[in-house]
């Protein structure tokens, strides 16, 4: 299998350092694995041998990597140029018009290459558009990465409620403005100084509105209502409010009544993203930057997962995806 990762930041880099940590075994299931390409914003690397991912893990710098030049061109070059057998598209999210990871991966796509991706922004926007291209192509898209981080969200339904059928699902999405949240409540800071917090320690997107108006959330309970529940939803779809108008008064009342105060996504009929007072005691109510996805299943009632949804937690999503890609190809061949 030759790969290609498409965005070296954060993620990027972790997934090349946890690829290394898995080499023998990724061998062992194909012995032909390797990494043909990296890009990042400004170019990329490519070796149809086979990028030294060992190397590459030390420096993690694409242009000072010494077995193959940096080329000063577009990634969407590379994948009209090169074939591989998989993509990883981690470039940053938009979601104003998904680009470039949209064209990335309608081109990969349309080329019969699988996907694998943590990039909210298509899914958000052309999501039936990319599902209909994959299997008109006999390829995978997969984007377990996209919503709660390592929380095996989509993986689950697939595999192991396949007779059974989820009538809704509830969450907190936002690893952000859980943290925030959870200080304002058990430490008692304000908004603002939460809020610079979580900058600091970056956990915020670029622009932190993304988290704290909801909209990242709300990207992600369109993704849900897609993948899971068979919508055609788009964002304006959610309705959506976010945590700046939460105060110290209102985390000290709910406090007094037994409850917190969650920023909750939920997919049934309609979809919203809203403050919520959660009781304690219930399994949503998960503190600091975890993520908690809970659904309701008309067999197996409620089933509740929690884990961190962002951070080199997220990796592990994109290793799962990597093995189902790797098993498919297999069967295939």
Request: aromatic fraction near 8%; charge should be neutral; include cysteine.
């Amino acid at each position: 299998m030759d790969v290609a990762i498409l965005g070296f930041g954060f993620l990027g880099k972790n997934l090349v350092k946890y690829l290394t940590i898995r080499w023998d075994e990724l061998k062992r299931i194909d012995p032909n694995f390797k990494v043909t390409a990296i890009a990042n914003s400004k170019g990329y690397i490519y070796d149809s041998n086979g990028i030294d991912l060992f190397q590459l893990s030390e420096t993690q710098d694409l242009t000072s990597y010494s077995k193959a030049p940096f080329c000063f061109e577009q990634a969407a070059t590379l994948i009209e140029r090169e074939f591989f057998d998989c993509v990883f598209e981690l470039t940053p999210t938009n979601v104003k018009n998904g680009e470039p990871g949209l064209s990335h991966i309608r081109k990969s796509l349309s080329r019969g290459m699988n996907v694998i991706t943590a990039n909210k922004g298509p899914l958000v926007l052309a999501y039936n558009e990319l599902v209909s291209l994959a299997k008109t192509n006999d390829c995978l898209l997969l984007f377990e990465a996209t919503v709660a981080g390592a929380v095996p969200v989509f993986s689950l339904v697939r595999e192991s409620l396949q007779g059974d059928k989820v009538i809704r699902i509830q969450g907190i999405l936002n690893g952000t403005t859980n943290y925030i949240l959870s200080r304002m409540y058990y430490e008692g800071v304000s908004f603002d100084i939460a809020l610079r917090e979580a900058q600091e320690k970056g956990l915020t997107e670029r622009d932190f509105a993304y988290d704290i108006d909801g909209i990242d959330a709300a990207c992600k309970v369109v993704i849900l209502a897609n993948a899971i529940m068979g919508r055609k939803a788009v964002l304006s779809d959610v309705k959506i409010s976010g945590i700046r108008g939460i105060n110290e008064e209102a985390i000290s009342l709910a406090k007094k009544s037994g409850y917190a105060i969650k920023l909750i996504g939920e997919v049934e009929k309609d979809l919203r993203v809203s403050p919520r007072l959660v009781p304690l005691n219930h399994p949503l109510c998960v503190n600091g930057t975890l993520n908690s996805v809970q659904f309701i299943c008309d067999i197996a009632g409620e089933i509740t997962l929690v884990g961190h949804g962002s951070g080199k937690e997220t990796v592990s999503a994109l290793l799962n995806d990597l093995y189902t890609t790797l098993r498919a190809q297999a069967i295939k061949s």
